[in-house]
């Protein structure tokens, strides 16, 4: 099972992500850690990407649920995946479920101003929900919950 983690910034993706695939005993990715240098540039200095500036990020990211789909390998992902249209370059195979970390505009904002040391400007945190593609599909869970609740909802929903 390869395990999304989607939401905004600041909806918590990479904690619950982290803390799940450690539960268990998954590898775990941060799509973060993909964005090519010009996305990482352009959100510093607070301009919101666009569809050609998250292409190739995403196909860096499908690259990694394809191998792991191919090695048979459990994973969890943290991956913003906002649009459904993203989320269908992202779906490889039936083994791959979302999960959306909702979360209100106030408590992202919020988490966002604390955060330190990433690189996504505060400033673009409106045109994260305005790019935002609520997902019906997708396992939705209230990312206000402390970290441990979350991960023990994703778990009992997921039933892993």
């Not at 695939?21 to 775990?28: C, D, K, M, S, T």
């Not at 990433?118 to 945190?125: G, I, Q, V």
């Not at 990312?143 to 441990?148: L, Y």
Request: aromatic share 4%.
């Amino acid at each position: 099972m390869i395990v999304i983690i989607t939401g905004v910034a600041g909806a918590g993706k990479t904690t619950a992500g982290a803390l799940l695939a450690r539960e268990l005993g998954w590898q775990f990715h941060d799509a973060d850690d993909l964005h090519p240098a010009a996305n990482v540039e352009k959100m510093r200095r607070g301009e919101p990407l666009d569809d050609a500036d998250r292409a190739p990020w995403l196909a860096a990211v499908r690259v990694i649920i394809e191998n792991a789909v191919a090695r048979a390998e459990n994973a969890v992902l943290a991956c913003s995946a906002l649009k459904e249209s993203y989320r269908a370059t992202l779906r490889v195979s039936p083994d791959v479920v979302f999960v959306y970390l909702k979360i209100d505009p106030a408590l992202a904002k919020e988490r966002l101003a604390r955060r330190t040391g990433h690189f996504m400007n505060p400033t673009l945190m409106q045109s994260q929900f305005d790019t935002l593609e609520e997902s019906a599909a997708a396992l939705e869970v209230d990312a206000s919950a402390p970290p441990a609740e979350i991960i023990k909802t994703i778990r009992a929903r997921l039933k892993i």
